[in-house]
């Protein structure tokens, strides 16, 4: 069976704390020496990172893949996106978190940005150059402006963010075969078709032949960005979505499997505890408490 991959609200953090910002910094040695320099694999579902290091060297591993990273690396990490990092004992630098809702271009937008946002990159600067100094620069004074909590902090830690990704994007090298433009649309319209037909348990073949690609080629394409194969994809959607209904509504297990389109209880439950560890009902009482005590704080 394959390891279940937790879900984080926040750097480092299991989901149901809360972030009181909609952006968060920190430094990459303040949570990596707590666990001997390796994140392991894990994602978000409602944020966007940004990673800056300044010294050191690693690994970034999206998904399935793993990407050198070096100093003077911007590593850039959209919601939904399977990760992990390996850094060495003098590995510098910090991490930007922030609530996707929050950015200007969200991931997944038709421009150029969007596209782009929608994808991993780790993008070495070259700080010999302008460009690069000047992207280095930015990202340096970010950091510096969110710990100062001066007057006018979050319309600079605005200004900045925005700056330091369009820059990033334009610096950023294109994957070889589809640009970026080309897998940032094809991710959306995927995203788009599953949200439409999760309830009707359509199979892998039905999202290739409405993307105009075949099964194998779709597969592909998805182990390469999220590091899941469809099948786990759309998995992934419909216990995300049954997490929602199980917290948020009253009905039964069965109410919830069936508005799930799951025509037998029992195999929902079982899907649910591959994917999650916990039986539904299990996983609905701990939520619930969470929930309870967080209210009564």
Known sequence: MPTAVPTYDLYGEKTGENMRDWLHCETIPARSRLHHWEIRLHRHESFFQILYMHAGSGDAIFGNQRHEIRAHSVITVPPGVDHGFRFSRD??????????????????????????????????????????????????????????????????????????????????????????????????????????????????????????????????????????GTHDMIARKLIDEAKRELVFSFGSIKDVSESLGFVDPAYFSRLFSKQTGATPRAWRMAERAKLDSRSTD
């Open 91 to 228: 590995t510098d630098g910090f991490v930007v978190t922030i609530l996707a809702s929050r950015l200007r271009t969200p991931p997944g937008d038709r421009s150029h940005l969007g596209a782009w946002l929608a994808l991993p990159h780790v993008t070495l600067l070259d700080v010999t150059r302008h460009e690069g100094a000047y992207v280095a620069d930015t990202l340096m004074r970010l950091g510096a402006e969110y710990a100062a909590y001066q007057t006018g902090r979050n319309d600079l830690l605005d200004a900045y963010l925005t700056l330091a990704l369009h820059l990033t994007a334009r610096l950023s090298p294109a994957s070889a075969g589809e640009s970026m433009d080309d897998k940032g649309r094809r991710m959306e319209r995927l995203n788009s078709l599953i949200h439409r037909h999760l309830r009707a348990h359509k199979p892998a073949s039905f999202y290739a032949a409405e993307l105009g690609i075949s099964p194998t080629h779709l597969n592909r394409f998805l182990k390469s960005v999220t590091g899941l």
